[in-house]
Structure formats: C-alpha cells, structure tokens
C-alpha cells in the first residue's frame, strides 16, 4: 500500500471512530529559532502496539493540514519541507523538529492508530520565539547633570516575547515609584544624584526558555565644582619684593574641573590647579582667588580669597646730620633719616642705644623721620640710630654727633707747699669738646709749656708764687682760667712743723678735756645746793 493510500485510510478510520488523546500532547510547546523542539508524547500504557501514526502541521497562512511524518509499520515518509529536520522516537513516537524557523509556528496534530484499530489523535501549539540577544543598555542623555537631570536607561534586546529586569551588582534595583522608576524595558532616574547606581548596573532580557544579560554599565553623574579650597605658600600675608610665591587650588567636580585664577577679580593668563609666582612685584600684590569651572554641568565655584603685599625691603638707610659745627647752647641740630628704596611703616630713634626721649629741645616731626635739637647741649652728643621699618625687614643708620663745649670747671692740681729737693708737678683740668690749648703764667708772665701739665724739677724759693693756667678752646671761642698758689721751703723745714692733721687733733683733745672739767664742776655745785 502506497502512502497516498495510507492516508486515505488513515483520515477514514479517523472519521469513523477515533477519539481524542487529551494527555497525548501538552498542549502548548516553545521553541527557538536556530534550535531543536521535542515534542513529547505520553502513549496510554493500554495500547497493545501501534500500527500506523502521522504528523500533520498547520497555520494562520496554511489553515489546510500538511503532513509533516508519516509511519506504517517500519515505513516512514518525511514531508519534503521537513527532510533533514526531523527525528521521530521510534517507542515513543515524540517528534523533534529543528533548527526552527519562524515559519515553524503553528498547530501540529498527531494521530495514532494501534494495533486494535483504535485511533489517538491530539494537538499543541508551537510558539517559535527569536532567540535572546545582543543586549545592552543605552541611556540619555548622554552627560546628565546632578539634579538638573533625568535619566532614562532601557534595556534593548533581540528577542520575541521579552520582559526585563535590573540589576545592581548581585541585587536588583529598587524602585521607590519617585526618584527611581521601573517602566518595563526602561529605568527612570529623576533628578538624579552622583550616588545612583553606582553598579555595575546591567540588565536581563528574558523569554520563556532563555536569557541574556547585558555588559555592565556604571552611570556617570556629572556634578560639581563644589568645596574649592586654596592654599599658599608662603602663608605670610606680607612678601618681600623678588620672593616667590606659590598657589594650589583643589575642587571636588565630575568631570574634573579647570581651574582659573583671579587677581582683583581679573582673569590671569595662567591655567591649573599650581599657580606659582617668582620674583614678584608690588604691582602683584591683592586679592587672589581659585575658580573651578565643569564645562558640563556649566557650574563654577570659586575658592576664599587670600590676600598678600607685596613690599619692597627697605634699603640704604642714611641719617644727614648738620653741615655745620655745633656749639652747645648756640647751634640747633637736625638729624633726617631716608632711605635709598623702600618705604618705612615706622621709624625709631635711638641715642646711646637707648629709645630717644623727645623733650621741649628734643622734637620729632610728624613722620618722625626728622629729630630737631633746639639749642644743642653737651648732653646731646653721643650715637644717634634711626631704624626704618616696614613688614619685610629692618634697616638702620647711625650717626655721631659731636657738640662743642667750654672749656668748663677748670681747676689746677697739685700740692700748694714744696720743699726744694722735691719735684713739682701741676696739672691743669678742663671739660671742653674739642681739646683746649693751655697757657701757663706765673704771677701774671706767660712760661713757655702749653701742654696741660706744668712740672718743675728741684724747686727754689723763687718758684713759690701764683700759677694760672688759662684753657682756650678754638671751636667755641671760650677762655676758663683757673690758679693755684705754690709755696717753696727749705729742705726738712716742712717736716718739722707739725701737719694739719696733728694740730686738728691736739685741738680736739683740749676741747674734750675741758668739756670733762666743766661737767665735773656743775655736777658739784648741785649736790652743795641740795
């Protein structure tokens, strides 16, 4: 019997008494395009044997069954759409199809008929899905903005009848329904935070047989620039004109931020977060600030301010002292201290190494750069320094000021009485800035020595008379004369008389004796009368 005859018998028997093999199919199978489908059978255990069965196939677009396999005893026959396709279980008579296509879905009826001419017949549906593939997530927009932004990630996949899910590492996203929404194949973020999924974020594509995932994605939040700090080095707030600086400037910003730098408020030339300085310049001196700008979330912050001066040290310090003599008592004195560079916060005064003390003479004018001595005394002289100070440094000059004085308190030296053997010497004293010059006279006639000591060896009794010595000073025009009388004995004659001390002490001794006496007698004339 020839197949075509077979199936006529076969739809025949089918017609006149068959019945249905509810359990012989499930009555739903999926498969995958690309890949095999089984479809299983479950015979009754009843059935003595069987003896003949067949597939047959139909769709939406061929609504007429096709026969798909046919067996007959040991004879089988494979519908030419389905050679090489098709296995059949020869004791179980499950059916495997494959690779699958998409025009493999539809309905697929079997029909047994077993040895004792009862017939089986059954049916399932066959879903043939597109294989889970390339997956991936795309998001936008392309560079969010912290807060300003919403973000929308979907997962995009190859596949038929797809659901998704997302996940966070190991654990799925959450979603609160507010700041993160979960919309079938998209994950909404909204105003989103630089802290948000931080991943890796990667998402499942599913279908009823399979699943794929896609490469991990870590979401990139632009934000910032915030907390810019700045710090300097030097941190002095005063710097030496010629001394080098240096500015760092840090901001926390995604992506990294460009630093720029400011002056007054105006824009330097010089880029980064290092801004260093060398030989500065008073012109560099003001205010300096760090600005962060993020080219993407179109922020800038700027840092505190630092404040620096920039002073030139103080240089070349000089005190210009009168041009002229000074007298004391006639001559005024101005001492003026400047300096060649540099400009001077303040300005000591000190003489003799101790802080000058102004007084109705003692005068300093308002800048205290000049000190006026009105009618100079010889208390004035001695060593003027004048310090000129500023916040970099300290410079100083020193002065001598000599006044002219005298000569003053004259006097003459030496003994008044000589014996002949002995040897005089005379010395004539005298406070004078400068020097004076002597001249010696002996009762009224100028000697010859000009020096302030007069000496005469082995007196005679002609020397003994009056000395006067006069001191001259050239400066202030003064003479000062001062004398001394000298007395010229005969050799022992002074050491025979007695010396003052001796007389002034036999003089004290009579006094006290006649004290005593005196005392004695009123005591005695007290007792008489009592």
Not at 46 to 52: C, H, K
Not at 272 to 278: D, N, Q
Not at 453 to 478: F, H, Q, V, W
Request: glycine letters at 6%; a neutral charge.
């Amino acid at each position: 019997m020839d197949f075509y005859n077979f199936r006529l018998l076969l739809l025949i028997l089918t017609a006149i008494g068959c019945r249905s093999g509810d359990s012989l199919l499930p009555p739903n199978i999926s498969g995958v395009i690309g890949r095999n489908v089984t479809f299983p059978t479950a015979l009754p255990a009843s059935i003595s044997g069987v003896a003949s069965l067949s597939w047959t196939f139909k769709s939406p677009t061929q609504p007429q069954p096709s026969p798909v396999y046919t067996r007959l005893n040991d004879n089988e026959k494979v519908a030419s759409g389905y050679v090489g396709r098709i296995l059949c279980n020869k004791t179980t008579f499950a059916l495997q199809l494959g690779p699958l296509t998409s025009m493999d879905g539809g309905t697929y009826s079997l029909s047994v008929i077993t040895l004792d001419m009862v017939t089986l017949t059954a049916e399932t549906i066959l879903e043939v899905l597109e294989a889970v593939a390339d997956v991936k997530v795309i998001y936008s927009p392309r560079e969010p903005v912290e807060i300003n932004s919403t973000v929308v990630l979907t997962c995009v996949a190859q596949g038929s009848s797809l659901s998704y899910n997302w996940m966070n590492g190991s654990a799925p996203v959450v979603a609160d329904g507010q700041h993160v929404t979960l919309n079938r194949s998209q994950l909404i973020i909204s105003s989103v935070f630089r802290g948000d999924l931080l991943g890796p974020i990667y998402c499942i594509a599913q279908n009823k047989l399979e699943s794929a995932r896609s490469p991990v994605f870590n979401l990139t939040v632009s934000y910032g620039p915030e907390k810019v700090a700045m710090t300097r080095v030097p941190t002095d707030e005063v710097l030496k004109k010629g001394s080098n600086m240096t500015l760092s400037c840090t901001a926390q910003s995604s992506p990294v931020a460009d630093l720029l730098w400011l002056l007054n408020g105006v824009l330097l030339p010089m880029k980064g977060s290092t801004l260093y300085l060398s030989g500065l310049t008073e012109e560099q001196s003001g205010n300096y600030t760090c600005m962060a700008y993020n080219n993407i979330t179109r922020r800038y912050t700027v840092s505190q301010v630092t404040t620096v001066s920039i002073i030139e040290a103080i240089s070349g310090t000089n005190i210009n002292g009168p041009a002229s003599l000074l007298i004391a008592g006639n001559s005024t004195a101005n001492l003026t201290c400047k300096a060649l560079a540099g400009k001077a916060d303040r300005v000591v005064w000190f003489k003799d190494g101790k802080s000058l003390e102004t007084t109705p003479r003692v005068i300093l004018n308002g800048d205290k750069s000049t000190v006026s001595i009105l009618e100079v005394q010889k208390e004035d002289a001695g060593k003027y320094s004048c310090h000129l100070i500023n916040s970099v440094n300290t410079d100083i000059d020193n002065y001598v000021m000599v006044i002219n004085y005298g000569p003053e308190n004259v006097k003459i030296t030496g003994v008044k009485q000589v014996e002949v053997v002995d040897t005089v010497v005379m010395t004539c004293l005298a406070a004078s800035v400068p020097a004076p010059t002597y001249v010696w006279k002996f009762n009224g006639t100028v000697l010859d020595t000009t020096t302030a000591e007069y000496k005469i060896n082995k007196p005679d009794y002609r020397n003994s008379g009056i000395y006067t010595c006069e001191a001259y000073n050239p400066i202030t025009g003064l003479t000062n004369i001062a004398t001394h009388s000298l007395l010229v004995k005969g050799e022992g004659e002074l050491h025979d008389q007695l010396s003052d001390g001796a007389i002034a002490a036999i003089v004290i001794t009579v006094l006290i004796i006649l004290a005593v006496i005196i005392a004695f007698i009123i005591h005695k004339k007290r007792k008489v009368t009592e």
